[in-house]
Structures are given as C-alpha cells and as structure tokens.
T-cell receptor, first 114, second 111 residues
Framework: DSGVTQTPKHLITATGQRVTLRCSPRSGDLSVYWYQQSLDQGLQFLIQYYNGEERAKGNILERFSAQQFPDLHSELNLSSLELGDSALYFC?????????????FGPGTRLLVL | SQQGEEDPQALSIQEGENATMNCSYKTSINNLQWYRQNSGRGLVHLILIRSNEREKHSGRLRVTLDTSKKSSSLLITASRAADTASYFCATDDSSASKIIFGSGTRLSIRP
C-alpha cells in the first residue's frame, strides 16, 4: 500500500458526460501528479500540482482540468467525455515535487466511457 | 513521442533465470528511474540512478546507465514468479520539469 488513495475505483459513464476523480496523497506529500494509462498511448503525464499550485503540465486535454485543494487532496475533472478517454487514471504523490524524487502511485481509477 | 523506450516489449523467461530489460532515451537527462507495475495496479518505484552514476544495485536488481549511448538496463537476477509485471523506465524531459515514462517491458516468469 503506497498511502495514496483514489476514488472511485471504477467508473462507467456515457459519452458527453463529466466525471470527477479524487486523489488523496500520502501524508506529508505536497505534490500530486495525474497520469492517464491506455493501451494505445501508454502512461501519459497529465499535470502536476505542488502545494495547491500548478507546477507542470503534460498532455492534458482542454476538456480536462485539475486542482489541488488546501488539504492537498486533488481532483481531476474530465468533461465532454469521448470513447477514447476510457483508460486507467493514476494519481501519484511525492514530498517536494522534484524530478529526482520517488513518486508513489495510487491504485488508479478505471474509467469506461460507453 | 516517448523520451524513453524499453526493449524488448515483452520477455518470457524461466523462473530462476536472469531478466534484462533495456531503455533508450533521446535527450540528456538528470536521472533515470525504473518502476514496476503489476497488472492493472499502480506503479511502484524500484530504483533511481543519477546521470553521474554508472551502476546501482538494490537487492536482486542491478541498473546500469550509459549516458554516451543514452541507454539504461535493468537486470533482475534469480527471477521469481512474483517478478511477473511490466517494467517502465522514466526519464526527465529536456526542461527537467517532469518525468516521462517509456512504453514498458512486459515480463512473464514461467514456473
């Protein structure tokens, strides 16, 4: 158990809908990362937050947004969902958000868009 | 495009044998990490090697880094069934603002 929690574990929704994925980092970790893992695209970095502020951005679509709250939990919002958004979404956390650090991954949220 | 690319994409070996996976990357890096992912689960960090290091060990894991060839290898010795997983290398991007994962090697250990 990494100490990173993600909810929900599974999510089934329809095209055009909006969903929110939630992540709680390990105790003491200030940085949160979001990743998307699909069969054809592999593990793609979406976005990173550090202590409530956006720190780095990856291949995140405009339909997706995220935020990190004062209690350091983070939410990833996916809107106008398309079939291709079906994937595993992982959250990871680290202490200070530097690239030399170990990232601790949560168990993921499996999203299926029908 | 991916910064790191693992080779082979899939590897099947007998329990007890050694497994070697390779990672090649395109631009200069500050460090390189290896992660393991069991099917459908989150990634688990294995080892980090810095650009000024050539070799690092952790238990049955041995990682080498050749910055002149822009490549790294992960050796798992005396493989066990529990080593069955996908293995990813991760490198920092050219701006050193984030790490980028390769496509992974799927390792299967046959009993």
């Amino acid at each position: 158990d990494s100490g990173v929690t993600q909810t929900p574990k599974h999510l089934i929704t329809a095209t055009g809908q909006r969903v929110t994925l939630r992540c709680s980092p390990r105790s003491g970790d200030l940085s949160v990362y979001w990743y998307q893992q699909s069969l054809d695209q592999g593990l793609q970095f979406l976005i990173q937050y550090y202590n409530g502020e956006e720190r780095a951005k990856g291949n995140i679509l405009e339909r997706f947004s995220a935020q990190q709250f004062p209690d350091l939990h983070s939410e990833l919002n996916l809107s106008s969902l398309e079939l291709g958004d079906s994937a595993l979404y992982f959250c990871a956390s680290s202490v200070a958000g530097t690239i030399q650090e170990t990232q601790y991954f949560g168990p993921g949220t499996r999203l299926l868009v029908l | 495009s991916q910064q790191g690319e693992e080779d082979p994409q899939a590897l099947s070996i007998q329990e007890g044998e050694n497994a070697t996976m390779n990672c090649s990357y395109k631009t200069s890096i500050n460090n390189l990490q290896w992660y393991r992912q069991n099917s459908g689960r989150g990634l688990v960090h294995l080892i980090l090697i810095r650009s000024n290091e050539r070799e690092k060990h952790s238990g049955r894991l041995r990682v080498t880094l050749d910055t002149s060839k822009k490549s790294s290898s992960l050796l798992i010795t005396a493989s066990r069934a529990a080593d069955t997983a996908s293995y990813f290398c991760a490198t920092d991007d050219s701006s050193a603002s984030k790490i980028i994962f390769g496509s992974g090697t799927r390792l299967s250990i046959r009993p």
